[in-house]
């Protein structure tokens, strides 16, 4: 139970936070607030690292939520709005691509630092890590220092308590589903306050002159679209790392250790890394639509592989399927915030950040719950089965992306 709260602890607070922290990148410069947001993180990591009882363990994780809620996407829109035009799809690239990175090879270094020095060590690793980001962000140009002119000094704080009771209900919701057959009740009540706040929320939003979550952001199709594929490749890659690590160190799985585990993650996380630091690239040779769609088709056939590997196949072909899923990953998702802030004006770059954060972390929440569900109805095939349909939904919804990828950040208004 104590472990399960430290982890909801941090969830909750984060996905309370996460749009209002996107817009005070808006408010108060993406860089500035990205600088908060990190300095924090460093602080919850020390609270955390020392606590000896579970009171200042759980308001440590709960601190790193906040951290966590004004650092994502603050640094997504310090990145779009400090890089050059023509440089700013690479550098979006690159911010998802060491992101999905930090995903991948987060288990194999956390379970090396717990293995030969302790939990808290990994803790002890985030101060420095903070530190060598707070100046690099401290550096950075100026175009990402102030705010914009436009930005409304007022905080739309019914739009924040309504999206923060959603969020939160829905990630309980989405939590509760795995046990629905006991609690069925539970996991209605859940969902029908969620439904009930997203209402509030949108009728309140629709009234107020400088809105948290700006509804008008879904009428553009670029928008909607990368929040959508963006889900799906979050829904996705959780769901896979989550499940293939319990699965590959299961004795009715494949036996290894965690170490031994992590390591067969590694080809996951160069194709991850490499195809996102490339996927602008590809965007431009083949258009948006086409990589995105593309990557989603793979997603299809890693899991294919991947699912034949753990059957019989070998270690190689194993090896191959993972490879081949983190490329497919890496694409879709590297894009995905690019075609959605194309959508949108620079003043709004911060607040449709945390919109698009808020969006994948429900995804990510949904891939986990729906994983419980899935391998408990067939071990780690049924989870690859899971994974291959959202891939394929993903590469049917994403030939409605139009032909450009949507219009230039600086032109939408």
């Not at 609270?47 to 650092?71: E, F, S």
């Not at 400090?82 to 799809?89: D, M, P, Q, T, V």
């Amino acid at each position: 139970m104590a472990v399960q709260w430290a982890i909801n602890a941090y969830l909750v607070v984060s996905a309370a936070c996460i749009v209002l922290g996107g817009q005070a990148g808006d408010r108060f410069g993406a860089r500035l607030a990205s600088m908060v947001g990190m300095a924090l993180l460093g602080i919850a990591s020390v609270m955390i690292a020392l606590a000896d009882t579970q009171t200042v363990l759980l308001a440590g994780r709960a601190l790193q939520g906040v951290a966590a809620a004004i650092a994502v996407p603050c640094t997504l829109a310090a990145v779009s709005a400090g890089a050059a035009a023509e440089r700013r799809a690479t550098a979006i690239a690159a911010w998802t691509g060491f992101l999905m990175l930090g995903f991948s090879v987060g288990p194999l270094l956390g379970g090396a630092l717990t293995h030969f020095t302790g939990w808290r060590m990994i803790f002890w690793l985030n101060v420095p890590l903070v530190i060598v980001a707070i100046a690099g962000l401290a550096l950075a140009g100026a175009a990402t220092a102030r705010p914009h002119e436009k930005s409304n000094p007022r905080t739309d704080w019914a739009g924040f308590v309504l999206a923060a009771a959603m969020m939160v209900t829905l990630i309980f919701a989405v939590q509760a589903v795995p046990r629905a057959a006991e609690a069925p009740l539970t996991v209605v009540g859940l969902f029908a306050a969620a439904a009930v706040a997203f209402s509030l929320m949108v009728v309140v939003e629709s009234r107020t002159k400088a809105p948290l979550v700006d509804l008008s952001f879904f009428t553009r199709r670029a928008f909607v679209m990368g929040v959508i594929i963006g889900a799906l490749s979050i829904f996705s890659i959780m769901s896979l790392l989550l499940y293939f690590n319990l699965f590959a160190q299961s004795p009715k799985g494949l036996g290894l250790t965690s170490l031994e585990a992590g390591g067969f993650l590694v080809p996951l996380s160069l194709a991850l890394l490499a195809l996102a630091l490339s996927a602008s690239a590809l965007a431009a040779r083949v258009g948006t639509r086409n990589a995105i769609t593309g990557g989603m088709v793979l997603i299809a056939i890693a899991c294919a592989i991947t699912a034949v590997a753990i059957s019989g196949g070998g270690k190689v072909p194993l090896v191959v399927g993972l490879f081949v899923m983190g490329a497919g990953l890496a694409v879709p998702y590297a894009l995905a915030p690019r075609l959605a802030l194309s959508a949108l004006a620079p003043e709004q770059v911060g607040q449709g950040s945390g919109i698009v954060n808020a969006c994948t972390f429900l995804g990510g929440s949904a891939g986990v719950a729906g994983g419980t569900i899935a391998y408990g109805l067939g071990s780690f095939v049924a989870v690859l089965a899971m994974i291959a349909t959202a891939g394929i939904l993903g590469a049917v919804l994403s030939r409605g992306i139009s032909e450009d990828g949507g219009a230039d950040a600086a032109s939408a208004g």
